[in-house]
């Protein structure tokens, strides 16, 4: 059964405005991963987060972890139309290592 | 630097019919693996491996086999096609299995459907 509930499963935002998607996990884990997915194509690795951050950018993502609430959150700021994609997280519990699990995703559409 | 290379990309089989997707990738990485996307349920794992000679069962393997003679290949075979193996077939790869902090990178897709 799938490990990540993400939320919300769609977003349609304007041009420029930011973008949070969030997602939640039930056990405890090593690390989270986000991915990106444009369409017709595969995912595209993102940021990864270990268990014992809280917080870490890149660009203009930004993401965070609240292991106590088995969650996370993506920020995306000053969102552009290439970001229009299907967002997903993924979460490494650590048993093998690379067996990642992953939610369902968030689509997001960025209107021009 | 091709990355991670699946061919097909399209494929429509009868029921009963079987097949190979095939996945290749030029990276020398230790692992590799197999997810199906099925809408509304993101991505699940089929089967995965830690190098060559070793394979595998993820979540959902039935009906599916893997096998992995050579570093660079991962090969996902079709027993004998259902319907219920219409699917988006992605191939991933990691340089190493051993390490928590190492993304994955994937293929472009297999696009399969079952009639």
């Known amino acids: 059964s799938q490990q990540g509930e993400e939320d919300p499963q769609a977003l349609s935002i304007q041009e420029g405005e930011n973008a949070t998607m969030n997602c939640s996990y039930k056990t405890s884990i090593n690390n989270l991963q986000w991915y990106r997915q444009n369409s017709g194509r595969g995912l595209v690795h993102l940021i990864l987060i270990r268990s014992n951050e809280r917080e870490k950018h890149s660009g203009r993502l930004r993401v965070t972890l609240d292991t106590s609430k088995k969650s996370s959150s993506l920020l995306i700021t000053a969102s552009r139309a290439a970001d229009t994609a299907s967002y997903f997280c993924?979460?490494?519990?650590?048993?093998?290592?690379?067996?990642?699990?992953f939610g369902q995703g968030t689509r997001l559409t960025i209107n021009p | 630097n091709a990355g991670v290379t699946q061919t097909p990309k399209f494929q429509v089989l009868k029921t009963g019919q079987s097949m190979t997707l095939q996945c290749a990738q030029d990276?020398?990485?230790?692992?590799m693996s197999w997810y199906r996307q099925d809408p509304g349920m993101g991505l699940r794992l089929i089967h995965y491996s830690v190098g060559a000679g070793i394979t595998d069962q993820g979540e959902v393997p039935n009906g599916y086999n893997v096998s992995r003679s050579t570093t660079e290949d991962f090969p996902l075979r079709l027993l004998s096609a259902a319907p219920s193996q219409t699917s988006v077939y992605f191939c991933?790869?990691?340089?190493?299995?051993?390490?928590?902090?190492?993304?994955?990178?994937f293929g472009d897709g297999t696009r399969l459907s079952i009639l």
């Open positions: 991933a790869s990691s340089s190493t299995w051993t390490g928590y902090d190492q993304p994955q990178h």
């Open positions: 993924a979460s490494n519990r650590g048993q093998g290592a690379q067996k990642l699990v």
């Open positions: 990276m020398n990485h230790e692992y």
